[in-house]
């Protein structure tokens, strides 16, 4: 049956092709999806992200990760991408990244994961845990920028410098920005490191720690430190 699809389909781009149409690599920036054309509900929207394929991720994925967490949440965290056990699961951070993502909400914060909302710039695995290229990132960003809208959370916390990036489109190195409270329009951001480099580089934690201190302090005062 999909052969048979895929058939009809090279079918009529033959057609096409005699009649003249030439195929054009198209930018991201001349299709990026405008995040007011997406649904305006949660459950809509990662209805449709399930069936995106609109990047070259979706080729290699096994499932989008759309994300999770409280759908009304004062705090949403951003990370960069579904790594292998993401993949196989369709829930962010749920490998060892994910586990001290874990522990840092549960014992700084003292909040548990179901309180908070977790995503991710890209919603499919970059194969070999890559970093997203540009394209990738810029195409998946209105899902992204739907679900803030959507959830509306006070704060905003970005992990790493890819989500930093795509998320401020700014290029500043992370350990310049990182626990910084930046005034975004409708929320406050604080980066910090990617719980993958604090496994990599225990001795950036205590850094990550005072970040967390920040949010904290910020949740339950909305006053910076
Ligand atoms: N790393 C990320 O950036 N996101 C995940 O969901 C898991 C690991």
Redesign the pocket.
């Known amino acids: 049956m999909r052969n048979l699809h895929n058939a009809l389909q090279l079918k009529q781009l033959m057609l096409l092709k005699q009649m003249g149409y030439h195929y054009t690599d198209i930018k991201p920036s001349e299709w990026e999806v405008e995040p007011e054309a997406l649904p305006d509900s949660l459950e809509e929207l990662r209805k449709l992200v399930l069936s995106c394929h609109l990047c070259e991720l979706s080729k290699s994925r096994h499932k989008v990760?759309f994300g999770e967490g409280k759908e009304d949440a004062e705090l949403m965290f951003v990370?960069?991408?579904?790594?292998a056990t993401?993949d196989s699961t369709g829930r962010?951070?749920v490998?060892r990244?994910?586990e001290l993502l874990t522990r840092m909400i549960e014992n700084v914060l003292h909040l548990s994961r179901s309180e908070v909302y977790i995503a991710?710039i890209v919603k499919c695995r970059p194969p070999g845990n890559r970093t997203p290229t540009p394209t990738e990132a810029l195409t998946c960003r209105p899902y992204l920028q739907k679900q803030i809208e959507l959830i509306r959370p006070r704060i905003i916390v970005t992990?790493?410098a890819t989500a930093y990036r795509y998320l401020a489109n700014d290029e500043s190195p992370i350990s310049r920005v990182r626990g910084h409270v930046i005034h975004q329009e409708g929320y406050l951001m604080v980066p910090t490191f990617?719980p993958?480099y604090l496994l990599r580089n225990p001795s950036a934690k205590k850094d990550a720690f005072h970040d967390l201190i920040q949010v904290k302090e910020l949740l339950e005062t909305g006053k910076e430190s």
């Open positions: 990760v990370g960069e991408g579904p790594g993401e962010p951070f490998g990244a994910g991710n992990l790493g990617h993958s």
